[in-house]
DNA sequence: GTGCAGAAATTGGTTGGACCATTGAACCAC
DNA sequence: GTGGTTCAATGGTCCAACCAATTTCTGCAC
C-alpha cells in the first residue's frame, strides 16, 4: 500500500561533489594519467570544505579511479564518466584454496560464455588479432618450456574485447588480479597450466569457425585444465603444512 | 564492550584502522545490522582523528561493507574479516539499452552456471528452501495476475545461495541492483517478465533432480524471455523519443 | 652556461575543535 | 495510548592549522 514511496534526499554533498567532478573530467576531456586539480582548488570551486572533497576523493581512491600521491598532486587512474556504475565486490577469505576455486568458478562461467559471444561477432579484425597473440604464445611456450602466464593473458584478453562487451574484461581482469596477488607462483605446481597450453589453439579454431557452442566446450576444458592443476597445488600444500 | 582496540603504527593511518577494526569486528563476533563504536569512540581509542577514522569507514562504505546512518550509527552490513579481497568494478554508461544488455550478458554467464552448480550441490534443506521460495512467488504470481519483482528476486537469490559460491550471489546482486536503479518500470513493456514465469518451475525442477545440465538450459531460456521483453522496451522507446 | 645542493613552494595526510542535521529515547500533557 | 517536546547521541560539514612527501626554484661552485 505504502510502497513508490522512496526516501528523500536532502543533502548529499560528497556525492555532489563527485558528479561535479565527473562532468569536470568530461569538460576538460581528462584521461588516465591526468593530474586534475589540488584539493584546496576544489573545495575552494566548489564551495565546500576540503573535508568534504577529501571524503569524495576517498571514495574514488576505493573505487580505483583515482590515484594520490603525496606531494604530487591527483591522478587520473582510469576513464570517468557521469554515469558509471559501481560494483564493489568483497570476497571473503579469498587466499585460500576455497577462495580461489570460487572465483575459479566465476571465471569458468564468463570465460565460456565470452568464448561463445566473440565466435559469434568477432569480425575478420578481430580474429586476426586473436590469432597474432596466440601465435605470440605459442611461440613463448615453445621458447621457454611451459606457460608464459603474460602471453597466455593477453590472448585471452583479446577474446573478452572481441565478444564486444568490455564488462567480461573488467570483471575477469579484477579476478585474474586477485588470482596472482596471492599465488604468484602457483602452489609449487610445476608446469602450471601447461595442460591447459592445446586447448588455447582450439578455442581460437571455434571462433574463426564461428562456432559458439564449440568454442564454450573448449573453454570449459581449459579452465577444468586450471582447476586440475589448483587441486594437485592444494594436495601439495597439504603435505608441506604451508600456513 | 569497546575494550581490545590499542592504538595503532605511524604511516597508512586509515589502512590501519581499517585493519584494527576488522581485528575488532573479528573478536567481537559481530554480524552484519550490528552496531559498531561511535567515531568519536574510535578516534579516542585508536589514538586518530576523527576525521581519520571517518576516511577509514568511508572507505568501507564504498565497499558495502558498512551503512551510516545520521544520528543513529555505523552499522555492518555484511560480514567483515580481516582476509577480505576487494575487487570494486566500475562499469562505464549503463543507462542505456546497450548497457543494460550488456549486463544481461553477463548475467546469462552466472546464471546458468550458478543454476548448474545449484544443481550438483544442493542438498535436501537447499532444495526444500528454493521450492517454498517458488510456491510464494507462483502464489503472488496469480493472486496479482503478474510477475512480482521482489518474490521473483528472492527465488533467483536462494538459487545462487544454494550454488555454495556466495561470488554468485554478489555480482548478480550488484548488476540486479543497477538493473533496476534505471528502469524502475522497465520501459513501459506490459506484463515485463511475463513470459519468463513458467521457467522457474523448470528450473527448479532439474535443480531437484540433480540435473545440472538441464538447469543450466531452463536458466538460459528465462534469460532469453528477459532480453525480448527488453528489446521490445527498446522498440516502444524508440517510438516515443524518450530521454 | 652547467650541474647540483639546499631552500622554498606545492600538495596530499593528519589533527583538533567547532557547529549543524538527524535520529531516537525519555518525558509529558491530553 | 496518542501526539508533541526536549534532549543527548551521532554522523556530516566546516575551519584553521600543521606534518610529510614531492616538486620546483634559487643560487652557488665550476
Chains 1, 2 share one sequence.
Not at 594519467?33 to 568534504?52: D, F, M, Q, W, Y
Not at 571473503?92 to 577462495?99: K, L, M, V
Not at 592443476?229 to 608441506?240: C, P, T, V, Y
Request: proline share 4%.
Amino acid at each position: 500500500m505504502t510502497d513508490s514511496l522512496p526516501p528523500i534526499q536532502t543533502t548529499a554533498r560528497d556525492d555532489a561533489v563527485l558528479k561535479a567532478l565527473a562532468g569536470f573530467v568530461r569538460q576538460e576531456a581528462l584521461g588516465p594519467g591526468e593530474k586534475l586539480p589540488t584539493e584546496r582548488i576544489l573545495a575552494e570551486r566548489l564551495k565546500v570544505s576540503r573535508n568534504t572533497v577529501r571524503e569524495a576523493l576517498t571514495r574514488w581512491e576505493g573505487l580505483g579511479l583515482v590515484e594520490r600521491r603525496q606531494g604530487s598532486g591527483t591522478y587520473l587512474k582510469a576513464a570517468v564518466s557521469p554515469d558509471m556504475l559501481h560494483m564493489p565486490l568483497t570476497l571473503a577469505g579469498g587466499n585460500d584454496f576455497a577462495g580461489l576455486m570460487r572465483t575459479l568458478e566465476i571465471r569458468r562461467a564468463l570465460e565460456a560464455e565470452a568464448a561463445a559471444l566473440c565466435a559469434v561477432r568477432a569480425g575478420k579484425a578481430e580474429i586476426a588479432e586473436i590469432e597474432r597473440k596466440l601465435d605470440i604464445m605459442e611461440e613463448a611456450f615453445h621458447a621457454r618450456a611451459g606457460m608464459s602466464s603474460e602471453e597466455d593473458w593477453e590472448f585471452h584478453q583479446s577474446i573478452y574485447r572481441a565478444s564486444g562487451n568490455p564488462l567480461f574484461e573488467q570483471i575477469i581482469s579484477a579476478m585474474h588480479e586477485l588470482f596472482h596477488r596471492f599465488w604468484e607462483h602457483p602452489l609449487g605446481v610445476r608446469d602450471f597450466g601447461h595442460a591447459s597450453f592445446p586447448y588455447h589453439r582450439t578455442i581460437f579454431d571455434c571462433i574463426a569457425a564461428h562456432d559458439p557452442e564449440g568454442a564454450r566446450a573448449e573453454a570449459l576444458k581449459l579452465i577444468a585444465t586450471v582447476e586440475d592443476d589448483l587441486k594437485r597445488g592444494a594436495a601439495n600444500l597439504k603435505l608441506s603444512d604451508r600456513r
